[in-house]
């Protein structure tokens, strides 16, 4: 980035609450004018998965993984304590504030209007979202906050080996504290469609182009040729979800604000709770910023995508997790902003690191 420069987020990027409310009313309209579409759609299913909707998530996901380095890794031992911030936001305090704060909620103090069972659906949508940290998004969030980009490739590339392995189990056991049953082969089954092939797909790719073009090749001229790929996939898979959500939705429209409160909180709460444990630890900015970045906000086209193949498209699940990508980035601006402005916390800590260097 040039010195002097303002960072910028990407058009679709910086209207996506727009763009998904758009095609929130499209889908509903689909669903109520045109069932047809929806219907047929509906007829091509494998497994409990929809081929249209899985291509549709392959296309979001894909891009994104071709951003991570992988060999950045082998610098992890350099300065760990940034990635043990987000480690420990991420896995071992986020999927359980998540679950409890929703469980509050909904079971709770939205309990007059909220009946149980949609109760126990939009909690299990919660919990994937809770259980899927932020992966490649968190560059625009990093690229906005001044961040560090090599220290936020580490985060990233660390965050994505780690959801391999713990996303599976924490999700299986916070549903069946909830009262959700689900088989493992089906949530695995989620997790190679939809993380591990993107993943290796992203990771194979990446490493052949840069062998026979270069580094510069692929980050200049081949990356932006996806341009807004992933956003385009996004927007055409929730005009498909929300022609399923349509009766849902039209039956229950202040779910959408109820889900939203929990979800709202759960974010600033585990961006401070990052953010001010980095400055506790006394890591500069451009590491405390990512790191609280890549807890708040959610992988929420994995989370949408675990939610069609566990409990179907139709579901108030998948709705929960849809309710996630309409929050996401207005809440996440807001939390740039407050990164930006707080920035002075950090100073001897940034002041240090540069003696240190």
């Known amino acids: 980035m040039e010195k002097g420069k303002t960072p910028e987020i990407g058009f679709f990027e910086k209207y996506l609450t727009l763009w998904v409310i758009l095609c929130m009313a499209a889908g509903v309209l689909i669903g109520r004018f045109l069932p047809g579409i929806p219907a047929f759609l509906g007829r091509f299913e494998y497994a409990n998965v929809s081929i249209p909707i899985a291509i549709l998530i392959w296309l979001m996901i894909y891009p994104m993984m071709l951003k991570v380095d992988f060999q950045s890794i082998k610098n992890v031992g350099k300065n760990p304590k940034g990635l043990f911030v987000t480690w420990v936001a991420n896995w071992l305090i986020k999927p359980f504030t998540m679950f409890g704060i929703a469980w509050l909620f909904f079971f709770v103090i939205f309990k007059a209007l909220i009946p149980e069972e949609l109760a126990r659906s939009y909690l299990a949508g919660a919990v994937l979202l809770g259980a899927a940290p932020c992966t490649a998004m968190v560059f625009v969030w990093s690229h906005l906050t001044n961040g560090n980009p090599a220290y936020t490739v580490v985060q990233v590339a660390t965050n994505d080996l780690i959801i391999l392995i713990a996303f599976t189990p924490i999700v299986k056991f916070l549903l069946g504290i909830s009262g959700v049953t689900i088989p493992w082969e089906t949530l695995i089954l989620s997790v190679f469609l939809f993380v591990v092939i ?21 980050e200049k001229r081949f990356i932006p040729k996806f341009g807004n790929i992933t956003t385009t996939g996004l927007l055409l898979t929730l005009v498909i979800i929300f ?13 959408i604000v109820l889900i939203a409160v929990p979800l709202i909180i759960q974010t600033f709460l585990i961006f401070f709770i990052a953010y001010l444990a980095s400055r506790a630890l006394k890591l500069p900015h451009d ?12 992988f929420f086209e994995l989370a949408v995508a675990v939610a069609i193949s566990l ?5 108030p699940a998948a709705l929960a997790t849809i309710v996630g990508v309409l929050t996401e980035v207005p809440v996440m601006l807001v939390l740039v902003r407050i990164a930006n402005n707080t920035k002075g916390w950090f100073e001897n800590n940034d002041l240090s690191d540069k003696a240190d260097a």
């Open 311 to 315: 409990f179907g498209t139709t579901s």
């Open 287 to 298: 590491i405390a910023a990512p790191a609280g970045m890549i807890g708040a906000s959610n």
């Open 198 to 218: 993107p993943l290796a797909g992203g990771a194979v790719t990446r490493n052949a182009v840069i062998k026979k073009q270069g580094l510069d090749y692929f």
């Open 243 to 255: 022609s399923f959500q349509g009766d849902v939705i039209l039956n229950n429209p202040l779910h």
